[in-house]
């Protein structure tokens, strides 16, 4: 049996943020309207014209700008918290995968009783949550049509909370948002969406017809739009392209989870706070080589629709093509990653069994260390 499940209402409509007002009919039922974003987001203006038209459509909207990457649990119950005490109708997550995965868990906590801690792990949300629209800025998370969130916990863990109440009740997508993104967001986050539709497509437990289809599509999208958008940072029409290759991405991985590649880049952002679509850029094509020999005719399949070549080695150096006409980073020592942190970042790669039970060929602490090393 096969299942697959997605966000059931999904808009695309380039300068479509700046009508917000439109775009929350028949969510919100108060009239009060909490907004999830960060700082970056709220100094480039990008929510400005939104929040305007809200308020001269007459709703209270209460912003909180303080989420950072990698979201400490801690922000996520001051935010449910003050979601609680403004008595919010909507929660709205505006900005990149930290502020959607934030406005995700605390519509849940603002919605019920339970606690943060036992909503950690697979389908262990319970409560009813509050009404949540999910507008992306960068074209990487798909986030946005996930069931997924990612929180840290303590000083570096990483837990995730993945369950159906996270999926959104709406989502839109606007390209113009991501017009002003820098080129080196715009690639990593760009090779984080490939890294999720090609994770999607060799994940051996839950891959199915349809994240089959949607991750060859996103690949697409993604392959032939990524290095223009870098290069062409006001092509709309590419911008558009990378959004709703991220989106499909999205959908792929959120019913056919992610793998190895995942559990190796979290501890590059947990302990050194590397964005996560660069973590994923860094260590993806040594896990494809070490994936190879169980996972090379899914790699060959990919290789062959995108017109690449006929085998898994042509999709491991579209990768590097990639990576290399984008300029993102190669190395860990080019992030401040040195020799003496990989067998810490291992032992935490290693404990990320929600992620590893994925992959396509078993993972080792030995290839783990591998990995690591090679691409100091």
């Known amino acids: ?5 997605t966000v059931s209402d999904i808009r695309i409509a380039p300068g479509g943020a700046a009508k917000l007002d439109l775009f929350v009919e028949g969510l919100c039922t108060n009239k009060r309207i909490a907004i999830v974003t960060d700082m970056g987001v709220r100094k480039l203006g990008l929510m400005d014209a939104g929040v305007a038209a809200l ?6 909207v209460m912003i909180y700008d303080q989420v950072v990457p990698d979201p400490p649990d801690s922000i996520v ?24 995965d934030t406005a995700k868990v605390a519509a849940c906590l603002a919605g019920s009783d339970q606690s943060l801690e036992t909503m950690y792990g697979v389908d262990q949300v319970k409560g009813p949550r509050l009404p949540l629209l999910l507008i992306p800025t960068t074209s990487g ?19 995730g909370v993945v369950s159906d109440p996270l999926y959104a009740d709406r989502v839109l997508l606007d390209a113009e948002l991501t017009l002003g993104l ?29 994240s089959d289809a949607l991750a060859l599509t996103a690949l697409r999208k993604l392959r032939n739009n ?20 991220a989106m499909i991405a999205g959908q792929a ?31 993806l094509t040594e896990v494809m080589k070490y994936n190879q020999p169980e996972a090379d005719h899914w ?33 860990l020592h080019e992030v401040n990653i040195t020799a003496d942190a990989v067998h810490m970042m291992a032992d935490d790669a290693m404990t990320k069994d929600r992620l590893l039970m994925n992959n396509a060929r078993e993972m080792t602490h030995e290839a783990v260390v591998k990995i690591y090393e090679t691409i100091l």
């Open 1 to 5: 049996m096969h299942i697959f499940k």
């Open 226 to 245: 990524i290095v223009q958008a870098v290069n062409e940072p006001t092509n709309i029409d590419a911008r558009n392209e990378m959004l709703m290759g």
């Open 182 to 210: 820098p080129a080196s967001i715009t690639a990593s986050t760009g090779i984080d969406a490939m890294v999720h539709a090609i994770e999607a497509y060799t994940s051996i437990r839950l891959k199915n017809p349809i």
């Open 141 to 159: 998370t798909g986030s946005e049509v996930t069931n997924v969130a990612i929180l840290t916990t303590g000083k570096t863990a990483k837990k």
């Open 299 to 331: 790699y060959a399949e990919i290789a062959s629709d995108l017109g690449v070549g006929q085998n898994g080695s042509s999709l491991v150096d579209e990768m590097l093509r990639i990576k290399a006409e984008t300029k993102v980073p190669t190395r």
């Open 55 to 60: 308020s001269d459509a007459g709703y209270d």
């Open 253 to 283: 991985f959120s019913n056919a989870p992610c793998a190895a590649v995942h559990a190796l880049a979290y501890p590059l952002g947990g302990f050194f706070h590397v964005p996560h679509g660069l973590s994923n850029a860094l260590v």
């Open 77 to 100: 119950q001051q935010i449910a918290n003050d979601m609680r005490l403004f008595d919010a109708g909507l929660v709205i997550g505006f900005g990149g995968g930290s502020p959607m």
